[in-house]
């Protein structure tokens, strides 16, 4: 397998990588605990990751890793195949945005993350669809730090997750 081209060759930081579990082996009929050493909200409805936080003014990156998921299936991401959307956005200029989305080795979805209000947490699905098929979304929570203000992401053309381009980091679809 080939190592993908990420935009400006960024290479993803192992800070900030969420591992999606491969499906467990049954025991006694039912599923593996989460470890307690993750971060994040378990709800009725599963598990949501926290991430480290970024400072509103900060542009970082974001890793979401599909390789236990899906291990011996022979699959891998779709080119173009990641898109990204913040669940939290309540429609302001300084809303987390998504800079772009990326497949990364066949097994990584990289998002590029901006903005965003300071002393919140965002949610963020991230889904990859595979050269076979699959489709899987993950949440993610990215917490905003207060480290600095609230700031809107910079005026600049950049692309979306979908691969399209957009006017600016806060527009576009």
Known sequence: ??????????????????????????????????????????????????????????????????????????????????SAAVKTAGGFSYDLAVVWAEPYNGTQAVVMLTSGPAGTFQIVNVQAETEQGRTCTQQIIVPISRTTETVDPAPTSTTTGSGETSPDATGGT
């Open 1 to 82: 397998m080939t190592t993908a081209a990420l935009p400006n060759s960024l290479i993803p930081s192992p800070l900030r990588i969420y591992t999606v579990p491969g499906i467990p082996p049954a025991q006694s009929g039912c599923c593996s605990p989460i470890p307690t050493a993750q971060r994040g909200v378990t709800t009725t409805t599963g598990f949501i990751p926290e991430l480290p936080a970024k400072s509103s003014a900060a542009i970082l990156d974001y890793s979401v890793d599909f390789t236990n998921w899906l291990v011996d299936t022979g699959d891998t991401i779709t080119s173009g195949g990641v």
